[in-house]
């Protein structure tokens, strides 16, 4: 057979396929997305293909890489759990996952047979089942995390890992530069503690690369002296998981097995725990580094740019730095012996965000210090955050505004069009297509406005290098905008001798054209526009000015960010989406210039925009 027919029949099995197929390649990213997936999850394949498969609950993502990690290194496994749908329910199922081999016989993927699981039995004892796997993980992560030191903390997660995984011996294993170092153990020889060997050809150097967090290795494929493990007899399979600590990788913890085998769970407990133990380890490290530079953390504390509290166990503050002061406007003699002013998390680890009276916007968190009773509390100004949210919301409002208005008259003068063209005469009709162009070419401007101020935000302008005309381009841009509006002069002021730039034409006609845009715009009184260049210095300068209603210093900067005009009021009494001056800053950008607002006198707005010039002879030599 072909191998074209070949192609078409396996396309056609998954296509006809009742169960949901749903294949991943190593890097997690979806390859095969049947379309009884599409039924059963309600995600398209197109949506899905060539990123993470969206169906995992978060609090069954260990035990995804469980499955995944247990398949890899052992065979097909079935299991019961639940998965998500696109809109937001959660469905019972069994899972079948087998691993994907490439041409070489290494594995390149997973691929998952998805059923609907009606024993809805089965799936209670199943999630009953990983619910007190999880409050005894939660009991020894509570006794891990009752002591703050670094040492008796390594020693707990190692002695927690063989009662939590029914692992046979383990250990904790620190990265030190290159090298691991075996840090805590249990059921080992205690003189193994100190153990080195190199980080890149061990099995944890293997799992960093991978980009997991957990791995499963055994005899039957590998060789099992990763540092000293050999040590134990009868050892057949070991299985790691990594600890991050702020981030990054600090160590992992080994089980090891000899007499019994490891299944999925036990992987999955291991995951968790390992993550747990990065959140116990930097604890402790916080704070025994907090114990050792006791002597100087009332300047570390004080350099803080976060304002920081530490409450005794009444809840009254002990400390109040320089950053506490500033933020909230409460002396250092006001604070100390009161409840700080604002209200604090209900638990450790909340966050929750208050409004000052000043309007400013705290966020604030909070820790506890079990050995003083104290609680540290951490807060932060949020308020630029909090108005950006606030511009977003009324950029969305504003948004569909604006296109739901040239979209209505096209619609409206459109179907007029459609039921009535015998009645109308032709200058009706003339005037009804007329409209519609007009109305059209506005939404088409509003359009491009969204693409390219997605694609500054994404950094992805393209602007070319070359030299051109200016002059030229700002003649024709006065032309084109003379006619805009009877109540305004535009005036052009362009020597005869200015230099050749270099940049893009097409981004600068953009430029000018928006420059002149608002110079219209914001000037509803009418006046003059001018359009002005000069040489300055090693370039040329665009200036665009107007009689209008003018900027406020200190908005002169804030204009050109997203979703911002100069006054909230603006959009209301002038229309727009605030995208104009943060495209106009990116173009200009991306071809070497920069736009700039200022004061026009003696009222108004002038916008400064800088090209470079051609330097002389370089026309020639090219």
């Known amino acids: 057979m072909s191998p074209e027919p070949a192609a078409f029949s396996a ?23 049947n379309p009884a997936a599409e039924r059963m999850f309600g995600w398209r394949a197109e949506e899905v293909t060539g990123g993470p498969a969206p169906i995992v609950p978060d609090e069954l993502m260990a035990e995804h890489h469980a499955v995944l990690e247990r398949v890899r290194a052992g065979g097909p496994l079935s299991i019961v759990s639940r998965r998500l749908r ?30 609907p699981h009606e024993d809805a039995g089965s799936v209670r004892s199943h999630m009953a089942e990983r619910a007190r796997l999880v409050r005894r993980l939660t009991d020894v992560v509570a006794d891990i995390n009752a002591d703050l030191d670094l040492s008796a903390v390594l020693d707990r997660i190692a002695h927690s890992l063989t009662e939590l995984t029914g ?94 085998k490891v299944g999925h769970l036990e992987l999955e407990l291991l995951e968790l725990l390992a993550a747990h133990a990065g959140v116990a380890l930097g604890n402790a490290m916080a704070y025994q580094e907090m114990v050792r530079q006791r002597a100087h953390e009332h300047a570390v504390v004080d350099a803080s740019a976060d304002g920081i509290a530490v409450l005794d166990p009444a809840g009254r503050v002990r400390k109040w730095n320089r950053a506490a002061v500033e933020l909230t406007g409460c002396g250092f003699a006001d604070a100390v012996g009161h409840p700080p002013p604002f209200p604090l998390p209900a638990r450790p680890g909340e966050r929750i965000k208050y409004r000052l009276e000043s309007g400013r916007w705290l966020e ?34 504003t948004a569909g505004h604006e296109l739901r208005t040239p979209i209505t008259v096209v619609q409206g003068f459109a179907n007029t069009l ?52 200016l ?40 430029i000018v054209g928006q420059l002149l845009e608002n110079a ?33 210093p200190e908005d002169r900067e804030r204009v050109f960010d997203r979703f911002v005009q100069g006054e909230r009021g603006d959009r209301r009494r002038f229309g727009g989406i605030g995208l104009g001056l943060y495209i106009v800053r990116r173009l200009a950008r991306a071809q070497g210039g920069e736009v700039t607002a200022h004061g026009n006198e003696p009222r108004g707005t002038r916008m400064r925009f800088t090209l470079r010039s051609v330097p002389d002879g370089a026309l020639g030599s090219a």
């Open 520 to 552: 219209f715009k914001y000037s509803p009184d009418g006046g003059a526009v001018t359009l002005r260049a000069g040489v300055e210095d090693t370039g040329v300068v665009v200036t665009v000015e107007d009689e209008g209603i003018g900027i406020p």
């Open 86 to 115: 696109r809109d937001g329910a959660v469905v019972d199922v069994r899972i079948d996952t087998s691993c994907l081999t490439g041409p070489d016989g290494r594995p390149c993927g997973w691929v998952s047979v998805v059923h």
């Open 418 to 469: 459609v039921r009535r063209w015998t009645e109308l005469n032709d200058d009706s009709r003339r005037s009804a297509v007329g409209t519609i162009a007009e109305r059209s070419t506005k939404l088409a401007h509003l359009v491009e406005n969204l693409l390219l101020g997605s694609l500054a935000g994404t950094g992805q302008l393209r602007s070319a290098n070359v030299p051109f005309d």
């Open 167 to 260: 692992a046979d011996a383990g250990g904790f294993v620190l990265i030190e530069n290159d090298q691991l170092r075996l840090a805590s153990l249990t059921q080992l020889s205690a003189h193994l503690r100190g153990y080195t060997a190199p980080l890149e050809s061990s099995l944890f150097g293997e799992l960093l690369r991978s980009g997991k967090t957990v791995l499963l290795a055994t005899d039957d494929t590998r060789s099992l002296g990763d540092l000293i493990w050999a040590d134990l007899e009868g050892l057949h399979t070991i299985a790691l998981g990594v600890s991050n600590v702020q981030g990054r990788p600090y160590g992992a913890l080994y089980a090891l097995y000899s007499r019994r």
């Open 11 to 33: 396309d056609a099995v998954l296509a006809c396929a009742a169960d949901a197929v749903v294949a991943v390649d190593a890097e997690m990213r979806v390859i095969v997305w």
């Open 364 to 397: 604030v968190l909070m820790a506890d210090i079990p050995e003083t009773d104290e609680r540290v509390v951490d807060f932060r100004d949020i308020t630029q955050a909090k108005a950006l949210e606030e511009e977003k919301d009324l950029f969305l409002a």
């Open 471 to 510: 002059r030229r381009l700002l003649r024709e841009s006065a032309v084109a905008f003379q006619p805009g509006s009877r109540n305004h002069r535009l005036c052009l002021d362009v020597p005869e001798e200015l230099p050749t730039v270099t940049g893009d034409p097409v981004s600068t006609d953009v």
